[in-house]
Nanobody
Framework: QVQLVESGGGLVQAGGSLRLSCAAS???????MGWFRRAPGKEREFVAA????????NYADSVKGRFTISRDNAKNTVYLQMNSLKPDDTAVYYC???????????????WGQGTQVTVSS
Protein backbone atom coordinates (compact mmCIF):
# COMPACT_ATOMS: atom_id res chain seq x y z
CA GLN A 1 0.00 0.00 0.00
CA VAL A 2 1.07 3.55 -0.75
CA GLN A 3 -0.49 6.67 0.72
CA LEU A 4 -0.15 9.96 -1.14
CA VAL A 5 -0.81 13.52 0.02
CA GLU A 6 -0.53 16.47 -2.35
CA SER A 7 0.13 20.06 -1.35
CA GLY A 8 1.18 23.35 -2.88
CA GLY A 9 -1.84 24.25 -4.95
CA GLY A 10 -3.33 27.70 -4.98
CA LEU A 11 -4.30 30.75 -7.02
CA VAL A 12 -1.70 32.28 -9.34
CA GLN A 13 -1.75 34.77 -12.19
CA ALA A 14 -1.01 33.69 -15.73
CA GLY A 15 2.73 33.55 -16.30
CA GLY A 16 3.40 32.70 -12.68
CA SER A 17 4.80 29.58 -11.05
CA LEU A 18 3.80 27.02 -8.46
CA ARG A 19 5.50 23.95 -7.06
CA LEU A 20 3.35 21.00 -6.08
CA SER A 21 4.55 18.36 -3.64
CA CYS A 22 3.39 14.81 -3.12
CA ALA A 23 4.38 13.13 0.13
CA ALA A 24 4.36 9.35 -0.10
CA SER A 25 4.28 6.79 2.69
CA UNK A 26 4.05 3.03 2.92
CA UNK A 27 5.69 0.80 0.30
CA UNK A 28 7.34 3.53 -1.73
CA UNK A 29 10.46 1.72 -2.91
CA UNK A 30 10.90 1.40 -6.69
CA UNK A 31 7.68 3.24 -7.47
CA UNK A 32 7.00 5.14 -10.65
CA MET A 33 5.27 8.39 -9.77
CA GLY A 34 2.94 10.43 -11.91
CA TRP A 35 1.04 13.69 -11.89
CA PHE A 36 -2.40 13.97 -13.48
CA ARG A 37 -4.99 16.72 -13.61
CA ARG A 38 -8.73 17.11 -14.07
CA ALA A 39 -10.16 20.39 -15.28
CA PRO A 40 -13.84 21.26 -14.76
CA GLY A 41 -15.99 19.36 -17.21
CA LYS A 42 -13.06 17.40 -18.62
CA GLU A 43 -11.61 13.96 -18.18
CA ARG A 44 -8.51 13.35 -16.10
CA GLU A 45 -5.34 13.75 -18.15
CA PHE A 46 -1.73 12.73 -17.75
CA VAL A 47 0.74 15.48 -16.94
CA ALA A 48 4.12 13.92 -16.10
CA ALA A 49 5.81 10.81 -14.73
CA UNK A 50 9.18 9.87 -13.27
CA UNK A 51 10.92 6.60 -12.54
CA UNK A 52 12.41 5.58 -9.22
CA UNK A 53 15.93 6.78 -10.03
CA UNK A 54 14.72 10.10 -11.38
CA UNK A 55 16.60 9.57 -14.63
CA UNK A 56 13.57 8.84 -16.81
CA UNK A 57 10.77 11.36 -17.16
CA ASN A 58 7.80 11.71 -19.45
CA TYR A 59 5.59 14.73 -20.09
CA ALA A 60 2.36 15.55 -21.83
CA ASP A 61 2.92 17.74 -24.88
CA SER A 62 0.83 20.48 -23.31
CA VAL A 63 3.31 20.98 -20.45
CA LYS A 64 6.67 20.20 -22.05
CA GLY A 65 9.16 22.98 -21.48
CA ARG A 66 7.02 24.53 -18.72
CA PHE A 67 6.65 21.80 -16.07
CA THR A 68 9.37 19.73 -14.42
CA ILE A 69 8.83 16.57 -12.39
CA SER A 70 11.43 15.52 -9.84
CA ARG A 71 11.70 13.37 -6.74
CA ASP A 72 13.65 13.14 -3.50
CA ASN A 73 13.54 9.53 -2.36
CA ALA A 74 15.17 10.36 0.95
CA LYS A 75 12.12 12.51 1.71
CA ASN A 76 9.63 10.23 -0.08
CA THR A 77 8.43 13.26 -2.00
CA VAL A 78 7.72 13.99 -5.63
CA TYR A 79 7.52 17.51 -6.98
CA LEU A 80 5.95 19.22 -9.95
CA GLN A 81 7.47 22.59 -10.73
CA MET A 82 5.05 24.53 -12.91
CA ASN A 83 6.27 27.64 -14.71
CA SER A 84 4.67 29.95 -17.27
CA LEU A 85 1.25 28.91 -16.06
CA LYS A 86 -1.77 29.46 -18.29
CA PRO A 87 -5.49 29.63 -17.47
CA ASP A 88 -5.83 26.27 -19.27
CA ASP A 89 -3.66 24.72 -16.54
CA THR A 90 -6.47 25.30 -14.04
CA ALA A 91 -7.42 21.92 -12.62
CA VAL A 92 -7.26 19.62 -9.64
CA TYR A 93 -3.83 18.00 -9.71
CA TYR A 94 -3.40 14.44 -8.51
CA CYS A 95 -0.34 12.45 -7.58
CA UNK A 96 -0.27 8.74 -8.39
CA UNK A 97 2.02 5.76 -7.84
CA UNK A 98 2.63 2.35 -9.37
CA UNK A 99 5.23 -0.32 -9.84
CA UNK A 100 6.25 -1.42 -13.29
CA UNK A 101 8.36 -0.50 -16.29
CA UNK A 102 6.42 2.04 -18.30
CA UNK A 103 7.03 5.62 -17.19
CA UNK A 104 3.83 7.02 -18.56
CA UNK A 105 0.13 7.47 -18.18
CA UNK A 106 -1.28 4.03 -17.52
CA UNK A 107 -1.93 1.54 -14.73
CA UNK A 108 -1.49 3.58 -11.59
CA UNK A 109 -2.70 1.85 -8.46
CA UNK A 110 -2.59 4.56 -5.81
CA TRP A 111 -3.90 8.11 -5.89
CA GLY A 112 -3.84 11.16 -3.69
CA GLN A 113 -6.83 13.35 -2.90
CA GLY A 114 -5.75 16.18 -5.19
CA THR A 115 -4.81 19.83 -4.85
CA GLN A 116 -6.52 22.70 -6.66
CA VAL A 117 -4.53 24.93 -9.00
CA THR A 118 -6.26 28.01 -10.36
CA VAL A 119 -4.59 30.27 -12.91
CA SER A 120 -6.21 33.65 -13.45
CA SER A 121 -5.90 35.58 -16.70
Amino acid sequence: QVQLVESGGGLVQAGGSLRLSCAASGRTSNTIMGWFRRAPGKEREFVAAIDWSGSITNYADSVKGRFTISRDNAKNTVYLQMNSLKPDDTAVYYCAAKWGIQVGASSYNYWGQGTQVTVSS
